[in-house]
């Protein structure tokens, strides 16, 4: 199974993920995963990494970067990059796509930044995230003993 990602969206929400899987015939099917669970730290890095390339598409100071949180990539006949941008004076969030960039435009930086954010997407896909907390509470030891076979317990 050979795995394409077209699209990812990380927010406060979970992940989401559309990619086209070629399967064994040949044929193409789009699919989409969303999930709350929070991806591992590798897919969390190229996207803050994506911060610089941003800025630069988008003419910003080199101080803005550390305002703009990238959340999402589509991959098409160009790239786009949405991200949003903290109003540092107002602390409003402004959500914006960073203009359209074909591969001809990017630096190598971040054409290896866009290659790592697929090589983490696809591991997404296939399984490789953080797992929720469950919010069940430790067990305790409340002086259960086992009495048979049948794994009955018993209060001491």
Known sequence: MEITIEKIKVNDAGV????????????IDTRTIASKNPPLQGLT???KALRSDVALICDF???DEKHITVIGVS????????AEKTIPK????????????????MGKG????LAELQKQSERYVRGERMQ???SAAPIKDEGLRLVDK???????
């Open 132 to 134: 929720l907390e469950t």
């Open 45 to 47: 890095a190229v996207l």
């Open 61 to 63: 100071e080199k101080s």
């Open 16 to 27: 989401k993920i559309q990619y086209l899987e070629t399967i064994e015939n040949g044929s």
């Open 90 to 105: 107002t602390k409003k969030t402004i959500c914006f796509n960073a203009p359209a960039t074909l591969q001809e435009e």
């Open 150 to 156: 049948n794994l009955k317990l018993r209060n001491n």
């Open 75 to 82: 991959w098409g006949k160009g790239v786009v990059i949405t």
């Open 110 to 113: 971040m054409m290896d930044n």
